[in-house]
């Protein structure tokens, strides 16, 4: 039972143009979004968040929507570089001590 | 090391073996966190400390997952009678505090991970 779902496993994007990640959730109690970035052998480190209470979060390159009512976020890269090629993986928490759960992550490809 | 450093990195052992992780996290942060990533899987949470004791074990798949934290500060965890099905990159965590960070808001600082292969 994925409660947080990452239905395209790969990306490829050519640089300079806009990438997008998806990320369904089923959890209605869900109140906390994050994207984490991944690169080959090394852990997942934190990329941008968004609380329930908001629709969009912007960070640099980087700007996370929340669409309630359709339990969906994107993550937007605008422009897409190289370096941006990794694994993306949303997660969500439900409100409190709880903890994370991961989507199955999607392979950004950005091709120079 | 300013980071979340795991050891070890890699980890081959034969089904019915013992095994230990450790994982020693950022200095002062007081939360710590273990996951597991199997193939093709996203992170899946196994449990959780605040300071020495686990507030949270409810990830542990069996009884044969175990894990300690004596000092509140490295955490070891233990894995009886390995399966095949236990090989997969056990990933450690940590966050300053649950309330600032971690469990509370979800920003982790992630280990490289242990790889653990069970042949």
């Known amino acids: 039972d994925q409660q947080v779902k990452q239905n395209s496993p790969s990306l490829s994007v050519q640089e300079g143009r806009i990438s997008i990640l998806n990320c369904d959730y089923t959890?209605?109690?869900?109140?906390?979004f994050l994207w984490y970035k991944k690169y080959p052998a090394e852990g997942p480190t934190f990329l941008i968040s968004i609380s329930s209470i908001k629709d969009k979060n912007e960070d640099g390159r980087f700007t996370v929507f929340l669409n309630k009512s359709a339990k969906h976020l994107s993550l937007h890269i605008v422009p897409s570089q190289p370096g941006d090629s990794a694994v993306y993986f949303c997660a969500a928490k439900v409100k409190g001590n709880t903890p994370l759960v991961f989507g199955k992550g999607t392979r950004l490809s950005v091709i120079a | 090391g300013a980071g979340v450093s795991q050891t070890p990195s890699n980890k081959v052992t034969e089904k019915g073996k013992y095994v230990e992780l450790r994982c020693d996290p950022i200095?002062?942060?007081?939360?710590l966190y273990w996951y597991r990533q199997s193939l093709g899987q996203g992170p899946e949470f196994l449990i959780y400390f605040q300071g020495t004791g686990a507030a949270d074990d409810s990830g542990l798949p069996n009884d044969r997952f175990f894990a300690v934290r004596p000092e509140g500060s490295v955490s070891t965890l233990k894995i009886q009678r390995t399966e095949r099905g236990d090989s997969a990159v056990y990933l450690c965590a940590s966050s300053l505090t649950a309330a600032s960070g971690g469990h509370n808001t979800g920003e982790l600082f992630f280990g490289e991970g242990s790889r653990l292969t069970v042949l």
């Open positions: 200095s002062g942060h007081t939360a």
């Open positions: 959890n209605s109690m869900f109140d906390y």
